[in-house]
């Protein structure tokens, strides 16, 4: 797992990419509580659970991605382009 830092409510996650379509994200706080996006969304009266997530945390691990800090995990299988079986 990898830590990243929202840049805007300075939350720490545990981030892994399995592969580009795929973050696993694991909160060391309650998400619920201790983001403004998450709180605000509640005060909203939004389902929680098909929340998508702090806007700011994903574009803080989407730069870490781009820069490579975060490696995507190839252990998973994956189809490469040209390979047969
Ligand atoms: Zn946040």
Known sequence: MYEVTCATCSNKVLVEKFSPIHTSIQWTTDARTSCPEFVA???QGQDM???PGCT????SIDDQVRTGKIPTNSFR?????????
């Not at 700011?56 to 574009?59: E, K």
């Not at 299988?77 to 079986?85: F, K, L, V, W």
């Open 41 to 43: 969304a509640a005060e």
């Open 56 to 59: 700011a945390l994903r574009a």
């Open 77 to 85: 299988a994956e189809p490469t382009p040209g390979q047969i079986g």
């Open 49 to 51: 659970d098909s929340f």
